[in-house]
Structures are given as structure tokens and as C-alpha cells.
């Protein structure tokens, strides 16, 4: 197993589109975390899945924002109509349950156009 | 809702000097990480902190919690310019992690 690997490593996209991202966790791993991180920032709570369910979304996650992990293993997060302002690093992370370690993805960054 | 503050935000230092970074949270919790972030990279695990009195170290990095104050605090002995980076905190809240807005660390010779 190589880490938690997310996909695609940059995306630019104009106003307004449609944007899916990656994420493929440690595969024995059972919780998988979003997070964004802006410029500057530290990262910010998006949601989490313990397998398939998603049990907590932040205020952050606008009705923009749907995250989904069919089947508990890997997860995609999608921003309709994009917005400038959700330009950022988008960090994926997977953990055990019961286990203190996280192990974060190397980022999808959004840049809005 | 928990906060996480840390300070200094920016830190500019000379090599071979001793520094400290400070890490301070609103509410009680069982955990406390410290990452290290390269420009365009993403986390590094550094230290995690699992109890009150809990002490690590690292190279010349050493991590330590104080859960009854809320504080952790990361401790730079004889810096060197590899670890020019940033630095975050993050406490474990409900089933997550929280971040401080991290700690922007330049070392020069």
C-alpha cells in the first residue's frame, strides 16, 4: 500500500463548472476525512466517512458540495458551480477507527479562473 | 465549537538558536498532533500527544502537553535551515482533527 493517494494532483477550471476529486484511502483504513486548506491557513474540516456513511459535514460544506464513498472504500468530492473562493488545497485523510494516526493525501489544489 | 490558536504565527530565526512555538485549545481533548507542511506539500506527521505530561522528541524537535492548560508547545533546539517550514497544531475534536492556522518557521544562516 502506497498511502492515501488523491487524484488529480491540480485542477484549473473556469467559473461556474463542475469539479470531481479522488480519493483512495489506505486500503484498510475505514475513516476518510476531507479537508480545504486556502493560502496561508491551516486546514479546514469538511466531512467524514466511517466506511460508506458520512457522519459529520462541516457549515463549510455548501449545498455546492457533496462528498460521497460508495462501498467504504475510495471517495470522490465534487463543487458544482464553482466559485473563486473555492480555490484551495483539497487534503483527503484515512484512519482506523480507534487509532490515533492520520495519514494525509498530498492534495488536489483547485484554482477557480 | 473548539479553537485552536497558535502563536508566533511568523517566525524568522537565526541558525543554531532555540525557539519555542505555542499551541493553545479551547476545550478539553485526549489528543494533540503536530504536522510539518513544505510550500505545495502536503502533511508530515511529527509528534503525537496522547496524554498530560506527554513529552517527544524528535532530532532537535520535541513536543509537549499540558492538558490541564490546554497548551502544547514545540520546542526548536539549535535550529538548522532544513526545518524551515510550517508547523501545525491539530486537537482532536468529536471524531477529527482541528488545525491551528499554523507557524510560518524561517531559519537562516
Known amino acids: 500500500d502506497t498511502g492515501v493517494s488523491q487524484n488529480p494532483r491540480h485542477k484549473i477550471t473556469k467559473r461556474g463548472q463542475n469539479v470531481t476529486f479522488r480519493c483512495d484511502p489506505i486500503?484498510?483504513?475505514?475513516?476518510l476525512y476531507w479537508y480545504r486548506q486556502t493560502l496561508g491557513q491551516g486546514p479546514e474540516f469538511l466531512t467524514y466517512?466511517?466506511?460508506?456513511?458520512?457522519?459529520?459535514k462541516s457549515r463549510l460544506l455548501s449545498d455546492r458540495f457533496s462528498a460521497e464513498r460508495p462501498k467504504g472504500s475510495f471517495s470522490t468530492l465534487e463543487i458544482q458551480r464553482t466559485e473563486q473562493g473555492d480555490s484551495a488545497m483539497y487534503l483527503c485523510?484515512?484512519?482506523?477507527?480507534?487509532?490515533?494516526?492520520?495519514?494525509f493525501g498530498s492534495g488536489t489544489r483547485l484554482t477557480v479562473v | 465549537e473548539l479553537k485552536v490558536e497558535q502563536n508566533p504565527l511568523f517566525l524568522s530565526m537565526q541558525e543554531g538558536k532555540n525557539y519555542t512555538i505555542y499551541c493553545n485549545y479551547s476545550t478539553t481533548s485526549d489528543r494533540l498532533y503536530w504536522y510539518r507542511q513544505d510550500p505545495g506539500k502536503s502533511l508530515e506527521s511529527l509528534f503525537v500527544l496522547l496524554s498530560n505530561g506527554a513529552v517527544k522528541q524528535e532530532g532537535r524537535l520535541m513536543a509537549s502537553l499540558d492538558t490541564k492548560a490546554r497548551l502544547s508547545t514545540l520546542h526548536i533546539t539549535a535550529a538548522v535551515h532544513d526545518l524551515s517550514a510550517t508547523y501545525f497544531c491539530?486537537?482532536?475534536?468529536?471524531?477529527?482533527?482541528?488545525f491551528g492556522a499554523g507557524t510560518r518557521l524561517t531559519v537562516k544562516p
Open positions: 466517512f466511517q466506511n460508506e456513511a458520512q457522519l459529520e
Open positions: 486500503s484498510e483504513h475505514n475513516r
Open positions: 491539530a486537537v482532536a475534536w468529536n471524531n477529527d482533527m482541528r
Open positions: 485523510a484515512s484512519s482506523l477507527v480507534g487509532g490515533w494516526g492520520y495519514t
